[in-house]
């Protein structure tokens, strides 16, 4: 009875700091939903009309049928799926490495990759652009996804190690009994009993990949080519007092898709980063 009260404490707790916190992140949100749905002339009412009297969705067909947005999200999907995508490639090997061999300097070099996690890219940021000119990948695709990859490879090899720490390893012997090397063990039993996991890193790669901005912006200057999120910058530039309300469109249609599919996918993600933490 005593453990049930002090659950229910631990409950009761746990709400009181959430919401406080969700309703932090929230606001924001609500706002931009309440400037998207206004008409021209409710922009000027402010906080004063919170709720609009003649919402519309007329801003978002509006900021969709303009030029070059279907463009921008395209480009921000195809460089967020290929850098991720390319993260996992990379990621994956070396997390099972880590997973299953024993080497001296192991948990050195984990943490070393994690190290590197924590380094700001502006800190790199120039010389990383002297070195891509140098490549001649300046305003390419090519040249901002393979950025994309490095960037996301350490945050990957864990969520990915994670899950093949949870795979028994007896399966890996198993296989080697059969006749299968270490790549085919790697290939044919490993990956596909992790897939839930390998999934996770995934999207969230593609969700840190889609919330970009500073890579893309100094890597690439033809419009053409830019993601959502420096076109919503350049947007956001040329907007006037009396275009608030597309601004707004704008922004939520570009963050709304982020939104949707951790909130989806919340378990598997949950999942991924509390694979392995528990074994035997």
């Known amino acids: 009875m005593i453990e049930g009260r002090a659950n229910r404490l631990g409950n009761i707790a746990t709400y009181l700091v959430a919401i406080p916190i969700a309703g932090f992140f929230l606001v924001p949100i609500v706002w931009l939903v309440s400037l998207a749905i206004r008409t021209p002339q409710e922009i000027f009412f402010g906080a004063s009309r919170f709720i609009p009297e003649n919402p519309t969705l ?6 969709l049928t303009g030029s070059g947005f279907l463009t921008y999200l395209g480009n921000g999907l195809k460089l967020s799926v290929l850098g991720a995508f390319g993260a996992l490639i990379v990621a994956a090997p070396a997390a099972y490495a880590f997973s299953r061999f024993s080497f001296r300097g192991r948990g050195a070099a984990m943490m070393g990759i994690l190290a590197v996690q924590m380094v700001s890219g502006l800190v790199i940021l120039i010389p990383l652009y002297r070195y891509m000119a140098w490549l001649g990948l300046l305003e390419t695709h090519l040249g901002v996804t393979a950025i994309y990859i490095a960037i996301g490879i350490p945050l990957t090899v864990w969520l990915v190690k994670n899950a093949f720490d949870a795979v028994p390893i007896v399966l890996d012997e198993a296989a080697a009994i059969d006749g299968y090397n270490r790549f085919e063990t790697f290939w044919r039993v490993t990956l596909p009993l992790a897939a839930p996991g390998l999934a996770s890193a995934f999207i969230l790669n593609v969700i840190f990949n889609w919330s970009q901005f500073l890579v893309p912006f100094i890597m690439l200057t033809d419009d053409d080519q830019w993601p959502i999120s420096v076109a919503i910058y350049n947007y956001a530039g040329s907007t006037t007092a009396t275009t608030t309300h597309l601004l707004a469109a704008a922004c939520l ?4 898709p982020a939104i949707l599919a951790f909130m ?3 378990r ?3 999942s991924a980063l509390t694979a392995g933490a528990v074994k035997g």
């Open 58 to 63: 007329a801003n978002f067909w509006q900021v």
């Open 264 to 266: 989806l996918l919340q």
């Open 253 to 256: 249609i570009a963050v709304v």
């Open 268 to 270: 598997l993600i949950v």
